[in-house]
């Protein structure tokens, strides 16, 4: 009896996947069809998408080797509230993260070093490079460019400054591996030599904002501590202060002796190679959406053949 239910269960899977085959060898044209048209527009889609290149600037906090160089005053200074390390107890990469996320100095970070024009110029697209060479299909897929900044709309330049720092922040990235402390600060785009000048521009302001901020609360502090020496009379507490400022004095001379602010510049960004993009990934994209395509082929066959037979049924 087990047997005879079993035949027939087999039997019947048999005949529903003869059924479901003849069902696609029915319809195999309008399936090979389909694939092959949405296939096609991705091939074109990705061929009018330029490459996209990152550039690149490895750093390495150099708050260890400062505080060291303070000897034993930093035990002191913790005691007393001052920070020896720098960036207020920030690490660097949260310090600039920070500063990514401020829309208030990605504003003034725009529009002081003109990165709007430049990336809603005219000819923004210049320095592009395509697939085989050829940009026709980009040319055609492009949007009309944006419009100038004018002070005449007030409402229209923030939206317009807005919409630029959401392009660079999205762009834009901020990592730190936290075993060996090494920070990488990177921008992808289409075009190489602005993806340099985005990483070096951030980094040489963050940096200034960073060293003006820390030397505008040291000189504030030394000038504490000054004026408690003028008052105090106290030998032991003199003695402290002094210890202190002579602590603020060298951190402030240490801050003001590099171009970078806390870290060490290991790999400077540079303009990627023209072979090394990083993207799009033209030919993962086809694939998956030939497969896709192939899929949602099949399911739409059997939806079309289960409406028409249940049409037939009812009428």
């Not at 527009?41 to 009018?48: A, E, I, P, R, Y």
């Not at 920030?90 to 003109?114: G, H, N, S």
């Not at 030599?193 to 030397?215: C, G, H, K, M, P």
């Not at 192939?294 to 037939?312: A, M, N």
């Amino acid at each position: 009896m087990q047997e005879s239910i079993s035949q027939t269960i087999i039997q019947e899977d048999e005949i529903d996947l003869r059924e479901l085959a003849r069902t696609i060898g029915k319809h195999k044209f309008k399936l090979i069809g389909f694939t092959v048209v949405v296939t096609a527009m991705s091939v074109l889609w990705t061929l009018g998408k330029p490459n996209i290149y990152k550039s690149q600037a490895i750093l390495v906090p150099q708050e260890q080797s400062k505080s060291a160089s303070l000897g034993g005053l930093g035990a002191l200074a913790g005691m007393a509230g001052v920070d020896l390390g720098g960036s207020s107890g920030m690490t660097p990469d949260q310090a600039y993260q920070l500063y990514m996320d401020d829309y208030v100095w990605m504003r003034e970070f725009i529009l002081q070093t003109k990165l709007f024009d430049r990336i809603n110029a005219i000819d923004a697209d210049k320095n592009y490079h395509f697939a085989l060479g050829i940009d026709s299909i980009y040319q055609i897929m492009k949007s009309s460019p944006k419009k100038k900044l004018t002070d005449s709309n007030l409402e229209e330049k923030e939206k317009i400054l807005f919409e630029t720092y959401q392009i660079i922040k999205t762009k834009l990235s901020i990592s730190s591996d936290k075993k060996t402390s090494i920070i990488t600060i990177a921008y992808s785009d289409p075009d190489g030599e602005l993806a340099r000048d985005i990483v070096n521009l951030f980094l040489e302001r963050a940096s200034t904002s960073l060293r003006e901020s820390e030397l505008s609360d040291m000189n504030k502090k030394i000038g504490f501590y000054t004026n408690e020496l003028r008052l105090n009379d106290d030998l032991s507490l003199k003695t402290q202060l002094s210890t202190l400022m002579s602590a603020l004095i060298q951190k402030r001379v240490l801050a003001q002796a590099s171009d970078l602010y806390n870290v060490k510049l290991v790999s400077k960004p540079s303009v990627a190679y023209i072979g090394d993009k990083e993207g799009p990934k033209r030919g993962l994209i086809v694939m998956v959406s030939f497969i896709t395509s192939l899929i949602v082929g099949i399911f739409g066959i059997f939806l079309l053949e289960f409406l028409r037979t249940e049409k037939e049924e009812n009428s």
